[in-house]
């Protein structure tokens, strides 16, 4: 199998023995502008062009240096290394979650069926689901993300939050089902400081469809 | 919650003073001390720009004072934490590198934010600071 991303080509005669693996950026599922005017055009651009990207390349590099350092034996340098690729691996894995989990207003749904059924177990009404993320999402100290999550354990939905780029599963054990970016790159340029407002607004472009997907998926695990 | 709050406000305190529209540079003592700690002023501003160039997620970059060591140091925060209280060091030149700081007129390149911060470094401010730290 030839392809741009294969390094460690092994000389003729011999097996293709290692191929490094490489994140890419994933599309936009919409164009920039779909999700307006909740979240402008220019911050999908900024944020999935030039944040996302950048979580991509340097998780490649991390990933790749991390490997290196292992096949070595350098255990110190793969350690320091353990820091980027919790960040860089934690930005993209959030990022690619985050777009499918908004769809253009026109697009959107109410959740039904068994997650509508789930909510109102875990939570008494989607309004007050609504209320707990909004409320943990706006009261993230410094950059994060607040999340709807499923724990398999204890069959039930949760609301947490994460610093930084934290990825959820990993470090809390909750399957994501939908988050909300609340680094100020995510808002700053349309709401300025006023994160509640775009905290209460995405609710608007919550692609209900995208979430109970992975509900579904996440009672299956 | 206090830390991030009373952190926030002590940072912001500090930043004002730290920017001037006519900077100046440094010398007599506050140079020599650079220059015995860095090597030079251009390696200080190396430094210290790496440093809040890499913070991860939001946070400062510190020019600090250590009074045991009698030594400038550079360190980071995350989020609010004051320098002093968390790190002992005390606070010279801080470089705030939350997005809010620098995100409406740099977007997403935080370096040229840093690089240009230098050009309204207030150095007699740091000065003053450093002066006050040695007595300390």
């Not at chain 1, 340029?189 to 109970?212: E, F, G, M, S, T």
Request: with cysteine; glycine share 8%.
């Amino acid at each position: 199998m030839i392809g741009k991303n294969l390094n460690n080509i092994v000389p003729a005669g011999r097996c293709l023995i290692s191929k490094r693996f490489k994140h890419v950026l994933p599309d936009l599922p919409y164009d920039y502008n779909a999700l307006e005017p909740v979240i402008s055009a220019e911050i999908m651009q900024l944020h999935h062009q030039k944040h996302h990207a950048t979580y991509v390349n340097n998780l490649n590099i991390a990933e790749e240096k991390t490997q290196e350092a292992i096949a070595k034996g350098d255990i110190r340098a793969a350690i320091q290394l353990s820091t980027n690729l919790k960040f860089n691996g934690g930005g993209h894995i959030n990022h690619s979650i985050f777009w499918t989990n908004l769809c253009p207003f026109k697009d959107g749904c109410e959740p039904s069926g068994e997650l509508l059924n789930q909510i109102k177990a875990d939570f008494g009404s989607l309004e007050n689901l609504q209320k707990q993320l909004s409320t943990a999402a706006i009261g993230v100290q410094g950059s994060g993300w607040a999340w709807l999550g499923y724990s398999k354990d204890l069959k039930q939905l949760k609301v947490a939050a994460c610093p930084n780029q934290d990825p959820l599963e990993p470090t809390k054990a909750l399957i994501p089902l939908f988050g909300i970016d609340v680094w100020e790159h995510a808002y700053y340029l349309q709401y300025k400081n006023v994160r509640p407002d775009y905290v209460n607004a995405i609710w608007k472009i919550c692609n209900w469809k995208n979430v109970d997907e992975r509900y579904q998926s996440a009672k299956q695990q | 919650m206090q830390l991030f709050n009373g952190g926030g406000h002590i940072n912001h305190t500090i930043f004002w003073t730290n920017l001037s529209p006519h900077g100046g540079e440094p010398s007599g003592e506050l140079l020599n001390q650079i220059k015995a700690d860095f090597g030079s002023l251009e390696n200080l501003q190396k430094q210290l720009s790496t440093a809040s160039i890499g913070v991860q997620g939001s946070g400062w970059g510190w020019l600090g004072y250590c009074k045991n060591q009698k030594k400038l140091k550079i360190t980071t925060c995350q989020n609010q934490d004051p320098l002093e209280a968390t790190t002992g060091l005390i606070p010279l030149f801080g470089i705030d590198v939350w997005e809010h700081a620098y995100y409406l007129q740099y977007k997403n390149v935080r370096p040229d934010y840093v690089h240009s911060i230098w050009k309204i470094c207030n150095w007699k401010n740091v000065d003053e600071r450093y002066q006050s730290a040695r007595q300390q």
